[in-house]
């Protein structure tokens, strides 16, 4: 009985010894859990389901064809032409015998703006009258020896020595008729007894005195400026845009500007653009100031609207294109697909370039291989997908 009962605990201590090496074996290895397959989307892809898509109240449409008239704000100053801008001097100087202007009196082509005195004055008129005399004596002497020559009066010699002298009293009576234009006398009406030490400073076109550098008793050298007029008639805008936007102006643009922060605006049209680009990166626009403008004066400081170029453009609704990233985007319907049951819709962020809004549309520059006419484009809800996209969760599955 003892061998027996001895033999039972035997195989039983053999049997647990077997079952805890199995334990043992097994029990080191775990169960390895059932693997999930996860869907990675690309960067630019956004996803949603179906009922997402109706939340967020997407809709597609096709890129337009559309005619906009864009606008530029610019700076700028105005100008008046040269030929309306007028820096009065005296070539031959002289003090000031009167003066009776004010800066800001109008005065007209021709008025008399100041009276100058100078001995020069007298001696320009007396050579003058002096060498006209002679001249008109020497014309004679120059027709009669002619003819005698041609009845071999006079010899050859004679009549040419008669001839340069008539020449050259003639050249000295035009170049003092030149002095005396110079400084505001008529030939044609001086004579001996008009011989006068003063002389008038008119002006030469009609407008304005800007500045007024004279008084009585003055004396004023030849380079001195008594008098700068100016004409407001014609003035033109000098404006100021960056070498980004030259391309988006042309010769018969119309300009819309204003003044001192006024609300009255005023209409220009562009006559020339720049020809070069400025250091700081700018580049020159001038346009033209038709008719008279109140309280338009040069050298304002202006804002002006320039209105692009209108031409046919590809073009989505303003609402289409989104910001992120100081760059825009525009997202592109990309296909419907099924998964577990569900709906889902895929739509692609695409990188573009704005160009000019008009009217709630807004020029778009694509990509080379962008399909204009298939794309399908996501008009409304452009921003419900960027929040998708940037919160990469909460709308998305």
């Known amino acids: 009985m003892k061998i027996k009962s001895f033999y039972k605990l035997v195989s039983s201590t053999i049997l647990v010894i077997v079952l805890a090496s199995l334990v043992a074996c097994n029990g080191g290895k775990k169960t390895s859990p059932e693997v999930t397959e996860v869907e990675v989307l690309p960067e630019d892809i956004v996803e949603l389901r179906a009922d997402q898509v109706k939340l967020a109240n997407i809709e597609t449409g096709t ?31 002289g003090f000031v015998k009167s003066a009776f202007l004010m800066p800001g009196n ?31 004596f020497a014309e004679a002497e120059y027709k009669r020896h002619t003819e005698l020559y041609k009845e071999d009066v006079y ?53 304005y005195l800007r500045a007024v550098n004279i008084n009585v008793g ?6 001195d400026v008594l008098f700068e007029i ?8 000098e404006l100021t845009l960056f070498e ?46 038709p008719g008279i403008c109140k309280n338009v004066l040069p050298g304002m400081y202006v804002n002006a609207i320039i209105e692009a170029s209108t031409n046919q453009v590809t073009a989505l609704p303003a609402e289409a294109i989104v910001s992120f990233d100081d760059k825009d ?28 809004t008009d009217g709630g549309y807004t020029e778009v520059v ?3 291989v962008f399909d204009v006419k298939t794309t399908r484009v996501v008009i409304k809800g452009a921003y419900n997908l960027l929040s998708a996209k940037k919160n990469a969760g909460e709308m998305s599955c």
């Not at 109008?106 to 002096?130: C, H, M, P, R, S």
């Not at 100016?230 to 805008?237: A, E, G, I, P």
């Not at 391309?247 to 049209?269: L, S």
């Not at 985007?329 to 000019?356: D, H, L, P, R, S």
């Open 63 to 93: 890129l337009e064809l559309r005619s906009l008239s864009g606008i530029l704000k610019v700076n700028g100053s105005v100008g008046v032409s040269p030929e309306n801008l007028a820096t009065v001097c005296m070539p031959f100087g």
């Open 106 to 136: 109008a005065v007209t082509k021709g008025q008399t703006l100041a009276i100058l005195e100078n001995q020069e004055f007298v001696d320009i008129q007396q050579n003058y009258l002096e060498a006209k005399s002679k001249l008109e």
């Open 155 to 207: 010899s050859q010699k004679n009549v040419e020595q008669v001839t340069a002298e008539y020449k050259s009293l003639k050249a000295q009576v035009r170049a003092f008729e030149q002095k005396l234009a110079m400084i505001g006398i008529s030939p044609a009406n001086l004579h001996e007894d008009d011989i006068s030490r003063s002389v008038a400073v008119v002006s030469p076109i009609t407008g």
């Open 218 to 223: 003055k004396y004023v050298a030849p380079t």
């Open 230 to 237: 100016v004409n407001s008639d014609k003035l033109y805008l």
């Open 244 to 289: 980004k936007d030259a391309d988006k102006v042309a010769v018969g643009q119309n300009i819309r500007f204003f003044i001192n922060n006024e609300k009255e605006q005023h209409k220009a049209v562009i006559y020339q653009t720049g020809r070069t680009v400025n250091a700081d990166r700018t580049y020159k626009v001038y346009a033209s100031v």
């Open 329 to 356: 985007y525009i997202f592109v319907f990309v296909k419907n697909k099924e998964e577990k049951g569900k709906q889902f819709t895929e739509y692609q962020m695409v990188e573009i370039i704005k160009g000019v």
């Open 366 to 368: 694509l990509p080379p």
